[in-house]
């Protein structure tokens, strides 16, 4: 039986959900298509693996605030411009984070503080960002501004916390540059630990306000469970994690290989990795921070063997230092997920064309309602 359509009013303006006018079955057919046309020259596509619920997935929210006449609005940007689109509850996002994002505005407002006006780089409050632990219960609330200076702050987040006492962390981020990224280089925490931590795959993972980790945590065991089941370890293997984040793929392989590396090039990342093997107990494993095309290529330099990559890279794809450096490695296996089926089906053919033949191929749908499809493909050398 179809599942039905959950009208949002806010889709003609957002445009962030592509394709909420279809039922969730045809989106999924969608998708399968979608790789099939990609990736179905290599091998047969195992048929894409959907939500029994696919409605607010998202552990990580975010809004941009601002000032329509002498109202404070919080929103979302409409795509491809910097208007904000007034929401106050979103079909794809967590509730009780869009809960507390209405309660911030109505605080700001109460409080007599300004939303951030970048045209004059003036005001106070540019951005929130909350992420929530699905399984920990775990709530952090980071407060972007545009200036150090926060006025009234304990009474705000005093206030905060009594109406929200879910919330496990609030931390202050400073951004008071003209750019694009959500978040500044400067934090400091205003309540708890300044990083929440979240179970996955029987793993404890921290997450803090900067590092990237997976937004729709109910498809990320599926997709792991299912790249761990392509990597078929069984404890003699060293296997390198590319792009590895925070080290969560890394660390829930640990247990069924025989050593584990991760290479990730953002720094803040590479440190909740450490702490989250040490989380874990995990000790065969080790971590370093680079790019990871630069990574592969010493790596081949200096003759390292490793039997399984795993490798997840942004929407861009590998860059070709690293696939030319790869097929160097020559890895008995690799495990490639992807964001990007276009970026990876061009992958695919150096790898395929450079000693690879495609094993498996299986979608699995981590963004319902939007156009994207992560993508697990195995490969191995010939």
Known sequence: MSKPVLHCPHAKKCGGCQLQNMTY?????????????L?????????????????????????????????????????????IVPVDRCLIEDEKADEIIVTIRKLVKSFKLRAFNDEIMKGFLRHVLI???FSSGQVMVVLVT???????????VNALLSRHPEITTIVQ????????????????????DGYIEEDLCGFRFRISPKAFYQINPTQTEVLYNKA???????????????????GTIGIIASPRAKGVVGVELNADAVKDAKVNAGLNGVENIEFYEDDAGRFMV???????????????????????????????????????ISCNPETQARDLAFLVKNGYRVKKIQPVDMFPHTEHVECVVSLMRK
């Open 25 to 37: 079955e045809r989106q999924l057919s969608f998708k399968q298509v979608k790789v099939i046309k």
């Open 39 to 83: 990736l179905g020259k290599y091998r047969h596509v195992d048929e894409i693996i959907g939500m029994p619920h696919p409605y607010h997935y998202r552990n990580k929210v975010q809004a941009a605030f601002g000032e329509r006449g002498r109202e404070i609005i919080s929103g979302i940007y409409q795509s491809s411009t910097h208007k």
């Open 131 to 133: 992420k929530r632990g």
């Open 146 to 156: 545009g200036t150090m200076e926060f006025p009234k702050e304990e009474p705000f």
């Open 173 to 192: 981020n400073v951004n008071n540059k003209r750019t694009s990224l959500l978040l500044g280089e400067e934090s400091r925490v205003l309540f708890g």
């Open 228 to 246: 761990l089941t392509f990597a078929e370890l069984t404890g003699k293997e060293t296997v390198l994690d590319a792009y590895c984040g925070t």
């Open 298 to 336: 010493k790596e081949a330099q200096r003759g390292a063997r490793y039997d399984v990559v795993l490798m997840d890279p942004p929407r861009a794809g590998a860059s070709q230092e690293f696939l030319r450096s790869l097929v160097t490695l020559a890895p008995k296996k690799v495990v490639y």
